[in-house]
């Protein structure tokens, strides 16, 4: 193979590998923050359970003041009945006990629904807890693997870059010059392999002659619709091999 050609194969497959190493890099961001959306919703839940249990609380003490006030008035009218001197006015303080009574009765029944909300809202609130507790667990792991990961792609971007200088010192000029070219006008991708007499990017088909002296690798070849630099790999020559540059 063309030495020139062989090398910018290699620089193509450097390339790829970096700009995917780097797509993954820019994502991350975007994956910390949904994490960090996965915590304020186990946070939300967990706040929104409480405050339900808070205000039951509340409410119950409102009631308890009120039951307090019913019982003091009921008492109040049962003291009062002994002093009454009149049917009517008896008649109708026993109207007041009645109601007094029904009050009481009333917040007593309104004070233990609420305590057995309570108990529901109290198991609920344990729930939410427990699930914010392993939710953040596994996003504080899912973060250091992130990390990880941006950390090893970051020296894979490092470690291209240094081979890649290193092609390039190799490289003739009019070569690099070509390559470079081409991927400034082909989003980045200079090379493409001849598959069946076709460009495998534009997927034009190329002329038989123009086939056969691609299949030679000898010198560099451009497609005459795309204009990237073509190559032939031998089928079966190898994943890597084929991979380059598609």
């Not at 690099?176 to 069946?196: S, T, Y």
């Not at 088909?205 to 560099?220: A, C, K």
Request: include cysteine; hydrophobic fraction near 40%; glycine fraction near 6%.
């Amino acid at each position: 193979m063309n030495p020139d050609l062989d090398r910018l194969i290699q620089l193509q497959r450097l390339d790829d590998a970096t700009v995917a190493a780097r797509g993954k890099i820019d994502a991350f961001p975007a994956e910390i923050e949904a994490l960090d959306a996965r915590l304020a919703a186990g946070q939300g839940a967990r706040d929104a359970a409480q405050a339900a249990l808070d205000e039951n609380q509340r409410r119950r003490r409102e009631l308890e003041r009120d039951l307090g006030t019913a019982q003091t008035r009921l008492s109040k009218y049962r003291d009062q009945l002994m002093a009454v001197k009149t049917n009517k006015e008896y008649q109708a303080m026993l109207h007041e006990i009645a109601t007094a009574e029904s009050d009481v009765r009333s917040t007593e029944d309104r004070i233990l629904d609420g305590m057995e909300a309570a108990e529901g809202m109290a198991a609920g609130l344990k729930q939410a807890e427990q699930a914010l507790k392993a939710e953040r667990a596994a996003i504080e792991e899912e973060k250091k693997q992130l990390e990880a990961t941006k950390a090893a792609l970051e020296r894979q971007t490092e470690d291209a870059d240094s081979a890649r200088a290193a092609i390039m010192r190799d490289l003739g000029g009019d070569a690099l010059a070509l390559f470079e070219h081409v991927a400034r006008a082909r989003k980045g991708v200079a090379m493409a392999r001849a598959v069946d007499g076709h460009c495998a990017e534009c997927h034009v088909r190329l002329r038989p002659q123009h086939y056969n002296e691609v299949r030679r690798n000898d010198s560099l070849i451009q497609c005459e619709s795309c204009m990237r630099i073509l190559y032939y790999v031998e089928p079966g020559a190898g994943a890597a091999s084929a991979q380059a540059g598609a």
